[in-house]
Every structure is written in structure tokens, then in C-alpha cells.
């Protein structure tokens, strides 16, 4: 016999309900947001975006430290990246998610089922940009290489920094091999790598979520 009410019995019950994929809760809720890599069709131009659009921020963009072994289903396009030693840098967003969201996202993904959120570092890169008077341009020498426009009828000079790489930690859901058997690998191609326009040595190619599969319809 419980020694409460019905009313306590249905609260004490219900406190697990819609987080058996986010075991962790307890600790993602010491922070308010989480930084979340997405690379599938949960990005902002894709179809499931409606999933976090009202709950998050977008960062940014940047790319995988670590390469991934990216498949992509030819039925519905899902993606499904594997961590391994071969394979590419994966191409995605940061977005900042709130923590009571979380559990949305682990249930999409069937965390620790299909899928495992597990911790990431990402590449994203930034640009130093300043602006000075003509004259007093002294303070440039310890700045990284860059450009610097001179504008003489405003006595003006902006600098623009050489493209810098920073390292960010995020969550990624990353596909378990427990469960994508050999049979389901049948189903899954790897999309055409890509090169970036510039020559970069941090990035030579990488993997991209195919937009054209479930890019969202404009909307008028």
C-alpha cells in the first residue's frame, strides 16, 4: 500500500513521464541552455526545425573537430553519423537550446536507443574587426594578420583580422551501432563530400546534410 492519496500517487507518477530518454536531467538542468550541434534536417532550413525553432537560438555554424562517418537513409533522408576514425568533418549548427527542451530532442533521437548525446568540440571561425583614426595604428602590431581599409575623408582606418579558428564544446547526437545493424547500413549512403572555396588546412573537405531532400517550403 502507498501511504499517499490518489493525488500524490498520479504527481509521483508522472514525475518520469516524457523523460525516459534524458536520464541526465538532473544535471542539464543546472544550466538554463545547452549548446546543441545539429547536422540533419533539424537545422534551420530543413523540415523538423518547427521542433526547436520556438525553444532555441541559433549560434552559428561550424564543423566537426572530430571526422564522422555520416550516412544519410534513402527513404526519408534521415542522418545518421557515426563516430569513428575514418570519415569527415561534419558541417552544421550551433544552437542554444533551453534545458526544459531537452527532453523534446531526446525523444526525436531515442537517445541511448537509436542514438547517444555525447559531448563535441566544434570548429567555428571569427574575425577580429577594429576600428581607429588614421594615425594610430600602433597597437596593431601584436593583432593577427589581416586587412586594413583606409577611408581619408572620414580619417578612418578599419582593420579586419585573417579568418581565426576557435574551439567550442556543444552536445551531439551521434547514431549507435547497437542499433543501426548491418542490415539497416543497406539503407544508408554517404552524401558527396564537399570543398571549401578557399584553400584551408583545418578543412580539405567535409560532409553536408543534403539540403535539397527536406529543405522547408517557402512560406508566402
Not at 534551420?44 to 518547427?50: I, T
Not at 526519408?76 to 527542451?101: C, M, P, S, W, Y
Not at 577580429?128 to 572620414?154: A, C, D, W, Y
Request: with cysteine; proline share 6%.
Amino acid at each position: 500500500m502507498w501511504p499517499f492519496d490518489r493525488g500524490k500517487k498520479a504527481f509521483i507518477r508522472g514525475l518520469g513521464k516524457g523523460t525516459s530518454f534524458t536520464k541526465d536531467m538532473p544535471v542539464l538542468e543546472q544550466q538554463h541552455h545547452h549548446l546543441v550541434f545539429l547536422y540533419d534536417d533539424m537545422m534551420r532550413p530543413h523540415k523538423n526545425y518547427e521542433l526547436i525553432k520556438d525553444n532555441s537560438v541559433k549560434v552559428g555554424r561550424g564543423f566537426t573537430q572530430q571526422p564522422f562517418d555520416l550516412r544519410i537513409t534513402k527513404h526519408n533522408a534521415k542522418a545518421v553519423a557515426f563516430i569513428g576514425n575514418e570519415g569527415l568533418k561534419l558541417k552544421g549548427e550551433l544552437h542554444a537550446v533551453q534545458t526544459r527542451h531537452m527532453p523534446i530532442l531526446d525523444n526525436h533521437y531515442k537517445n541511448g536507443v537509436e542514438f547517444a548525446r555525447v559531448p563535441v568540440n566544434i570548429l567555428v571561425t571569427d574575425r577580429n574587426h577594429q576600428l581607429m583614426s588614421i594615425g594610430n595604428e600602433e597597437f596593431l602590431r601584436n593583432f593577427p594578420k589581416g586587412m586594413i581599409r583606409t577611408v581619408p575623408e572620414l580619417g578612418l582606418r578599419h582593420y579586419v583580422s585573417n579568418q581565426v579558428v576557435c574551439v567550442i564544446s556543444a552536445k551531439m547526437y551521434v547514431g549507435l551501432k547497437s542499433h543501426w545493424n548491418d542490415e539497416d547500413h543497406n539503407l544508408l549512403r554517404r552524401p558527396i563530400p564537399e570543398f571549401p572555396k578557399d584553400n584551408i588546412v583545418w578543412l580539405p573537405k567535409y560532409y553536408r546534410y543534403p539540403i535539397e531532400r527536406n529543405k522547408c517550403p517557402s512560406r508566402k
